[in-house]
C-alpha cells in the first residue's frame, strides 16, 4: 500500500511526541495531514507544508494511514470510535495506527470495532522519550496484523530506528508498558543506591562511572540521569504525570493477569508521592530530588 508513490499520512495528537514524529514524516517525504484540539503545535507543521485539518473525520477521510498519539485509554476511544471519529471518516483499506500508550485491553477492544468494519489497526506505543523523538531513532513496539505491519514498515522508519513486531493486537502495548515499569523500578533503584553511595563518602562521578560498566548498569544511569536530573535540571522531558499514568497500566495488567508486583506496586506509589508532593510536571527522573532531600545529599555530575 505503501510502496511507490507515498500515501497521505494522518496525525492526530500533535503533543510533545507527536510534533516532533510528524516532522519527520514530513522530512521522509510524506504528505501530511494534522489534527489536534490545541492549535499552537500545528503552526510548525503548517509552515513545513502539512495541511491542517478542522476535525478528526477530515484528517481520517483524507489520508491513506491514520496515526493517533494521545494520552490516555479514553481519548483513544473517544478519537477512533465515537461520532465524527476516525471510523466516521476512513476510507476502505486506511491502516488506523495508535502509537498512544493505554490499556491493552482497550487497544484490543478498539481493534475488534475497527475490524469488523474491515478496517486494520495495529497498536504501535514508542519509547525513547522527545530527544529521539526528534532524532527520529524511537523504538517502536507494533502489535496486530502482521501484513498491516509490513505495509507500514516505511512509515515507522520515517519516526524509528528500532522496530519490533510483537504479535497480535494489543501485544505493542504490553510490551511498552513492561518496558517502562521497568524504566521506573531502574530510576529509582539508581536514585536510592547512589544517594547511598554518596552519603557513605564516594563521589557521584566515581559511582556512576564504575556502575556504568559494571554488573549494576542501566539506561537511567548511563542516559536518562546525565540528560537531566545529574545536571539538576527537572524540566520535562517525559513527566512524573505521564510515567505515574504508565505504572497505573501496569497495575491494570498485572491485575488483569493475576500478577503479583513488589517493585512495581513502590514504584507506583513512589510517583504518586511525587504527584502529591506537586512534581507532576517535572521530569520522571525528579526521583533523584526525593531521595537527595531523604538523604541531604546531592547527585551531581
Same mark, same amino acid.
Given at each position: 500500500m505503501m510502496?511507490? /508513490? /507515498? %500515501? =497521505?499520512?494522518?496525525? #492526530?495528537? #500533535? %503533543? &510533545?511526541? %507527536?510534533? @516532533?514524529?510528524?516532522l519527520n514524516l514530513i522530512k521522509a517525504g510524506y @504528505?501530511?495531514?494534522?489534527?489536534?484540539?490545541?492549535? !499552537?503545535?500545528? *503552526? *510548525?507543521?503548517?509552515?513545513?507544508? &502539512?495541511? #491542517?485539518?478542522?476535525?478528526? !473525520?477530515?484528517? &481520517?477521510?483524507?489520508?491513506?494511514?491514520?496515526? =493517533?498519539m494521545l494520552p490516555v485509554s479514553e481519548d483513544v476511544e473517544k478519537v477512533i470510535l465515537e461520532a465524527n471519529g476516525v471510523l466516521d471518516g476512513v476510507k476502505p483499506g486506511t491502516i488506523i495506527i495508535d502509537m498512544s500508550t493505554i490499556d491493552p485491553s482497550v487497544s484490543r477492544k478498539i481493534a475488534q470495532v475497527c475490524l469488523s468494519k474491515d478496517i486494520k489497526m495495529l497498536d504501535a506505543p514508542v519509547s525513547g522519550g522527545q530527544p529521539r523523538a526528534v532524532a527520529g531513532t524511537l523504538a517502536i513496539m507494533v502489535g496486530g496484523d502482521e501484513g498491516a505491519f509490513q505495509d507500514c514498515q516505511d512509515v515507522f522508519k520515517a519516526m524509528g530506528k528500532n522496530i519490533f513486531y510483537c504479535g497480535r493486537n494489543g501485544n505493542g502495548e504490553v510490551t511498552k508498558i513492561v518496558n517502562n515499569l521497568l524504566g521506573a523500578i531502574q530510576g529509582m533503584a539508581s536514585a536510592e543506591v547512589l544517594s547511598m553511595g554518596i552519603k557513605a563518602g564516594v563521589d557521584m562521578k566515581t559511582l556512576t562511572d564504575v556502575i556504568s560498566v559494571s554488573s549494576g548498569t542501566n539506561d537511567f544511569i548511563k542516559f536518562a540521569g546525565p540528560a537531566k536530573a545529574f545536571k539538576g535540571d527537572f524540566e520535562p522531558g517525559f513527566t512524573v504525570d505521564l510515567m505515574y499514568k504508565d505504572l497505573g497500566l501496569a497495575m491494570n495488567l498485572a491485575k488483569e493477569q493475576g500478577v503479583p508486583l513488589l517493585m512495581g506496586t513502590l514504584t507506583h506509589q513512589m510517583y504518586l508521592l511525587m504527584k502529591s508532593s506537586g512534581l507532576g510536571k517535572k521530569d520522571f527522573s525528579v526521583v533523584t530530588k526525593m531521595f537527595e532531600d531523604l538523604m541531604n545529599v546531592k547527585l551531581r555530575l
Open positions: 510502496s511507490g /508513490k /507515498k %500515501g =497521505t499520512i494522518g496525525f #492526530i495528537g #500533535i %503533543g &510533545a511526541m %507527536g510534533k @516532533p514524529m510528524s @504528505p501530511l495531514i494534522a489534527y489536534d484540539i490545541n492549535p !499552537k503545535p500545528l *503552526e *510548525e507543521l503548517k509552515g513545513r507544508g &502539512a495541511i #491542517i485539518a478542522q476535525s478528526i !473525520k477530515e484528517v &481520517a477521510s483524507r489520508s491513506d494511514v491514520v496515526i =493517533t
